[in-house]
């Protein structure tokens, strides 16, 4: 998959809550990493998006999107009932599946 694709295919899954579909993003050793913490593999992934995204009902507006096939950047306004925050969301991409997606907080 290519940057706009999987960019694209991010931002469905988390915003139609759908984990098995955001999880099918990641090679099975991909990471996060959530503001320097580690999540690797598709269990760590998974628990992490239950306390922080997915679980957390977050909802992605993607407000710029650049990449091509081996890595994509995103900066994004994360919406969810108690929070809004700016991040910015780097994909590094291998055979087309997420190998790393680190999430930064956006600088004001």
């Known amino acids: 998959m290519n940057a706009p694709l999987i ?6 899954a ?27 593999g598709h269990h760590a992934i998974r628990g992490w998006s239950d306390n922080e995204l997915i679980g ?8 710029r999107a650049s990449g091509d ?7 994004v306004s994360v919406v969810g009932p108690a929070y809004k925050e700016t991040e910015v969301f780097t994909i590094e991409l291998r055979d087309a ?8 907080e956006a600088k004001a």
């Open 7 to 12: 960019i694209e295919a991010l931002v469905a």
């Open 14 to 40: 988390v915003n139609s809550e759908d984990t098995e579909g955001f999880l099918a993003l990641f090679a099975e050793d991909g990471q996060v990493d959530f503001r320097g913490r580690i999540y690797q």
């Open 56 to 63: 957390a009902h977050a909802r992605l507006n993607t407000t």
């Open 69 to 75: 096939a081996s890595f994509a950047a995103m900066t």
């Open 97 to 104: 599946l997420i190998s790393e997606l680190a999430i930064i």
